[in-house]
């Protein structure tokens, strides 16, 4: 088991409807990640929160849109998605921004029918 | 730009042969090379930091070496549970991936 816990596990969703994957950390950790992984590739970064506050957004559709409500919480809000964007959601976070390592959770696998 | 590369994209060994994984990198100010251990259907999990050339690293059977050009993973005497992708990446906002070495070690 990790120390970043992600729900669902799993996640079957229309291009048509809204959901919600969440993560959660009690490591006292600052910094909070999203990733995206396609089969058999590394994982992308998405999003970067620090303190939360927004800090990187790697050019992510504005059908996905992050928020975290405190410092260890991160959910990614999901609407009229593609099924291109099937894949498995990793958050990860560290202890600060830079340097440190991060943290992951087993992920949400996500497909999009 | 940072950019990773590892090699071999993939590597089949027999139990308790040793061997190495290679990331070579190029960064304008290194901040840290991690090394990550990915399990199908599984989130990377942390193994190594590096931040300066010569430094080294070590957790059971496994050795992560760092050089101004490239880190080594080195693995002595694999197990069958070895087996694994290992991913390599550079530290910045957020870890920018190589694309891992898939490891298989055969009993």
């Known amino acids: 088991d990790t120390e970043v816990t992600q729900t669902p596990k799993h996640l079957v969703m229309g291009m048509t409807n809204k959901k919600s994957l969440k993560c959660e950390q009690h490591?006292?950790?600052?910094?909070m990640y999203w990733y995206k992984q396609k089969a058999k590739k590394p994982p992308e970064l998405m999003f970067v929160?620090?303190?939360?506050?927004?800090?990187i957004n790697e050019s992510v559709p504005s059908r996905f849109s992050p928020e975290c409500p405190n410092s260890s919480l991160l959910n990614l809000h999901l609407h009229a998605l593609q099924p291109e964007d099937s894949a498995l959601y990793l958050c990860?976070?560290?202890?600060?921004?830079?340097?440190?390592?991060?943290?992951f959770g087993n992920g949400t696998r996500l497909t999009v029918t | 730009e940072d950019q990773v590369t590892q090699s071999p994209e993939a590597l089949r060994l027999q139990e308790g042969e040793s061997s190495s994984l290679n990331c070579s990198y190029t960064?304008?100010?290194?901040?840290?090379l991690f090394w990550y251990r990915q399990d199908p259907g599984k989130g990377p999990e942390f193994l190594f930091t590096?931040?300066?050339a010569g430094e080294e690293k070590e957790k059971e059977r496994l050795k992560a070496t760092l050089t101004k050009k490239e880190s080594f993973l080195h693995i002595t005497a694999p197990k069958p549970e070895d087996s694994a992708t290992y991913l390599c990446?550079?530290?910045?906002?957020?870890?920018?991936f190589g694309k891992g070495t898939h490891l298989i070690i055969q009993p």
């Open positions: 990860a976070s560290s202890l600060e921004r830079n340097n440190s390592p991060l943290h």
């Open positions: 490591m006292g950790h600052r910094a």
């Open positions: 929160y620090s303190y939360e506050k927004l800090s």
């Open positions: 960064v304008s100010g290194l901040r840290g």
């Open positions: 590096l931040y300066s």
């Open positions: 990446a550079l530290g910045a906002d957020g870890l920018t």
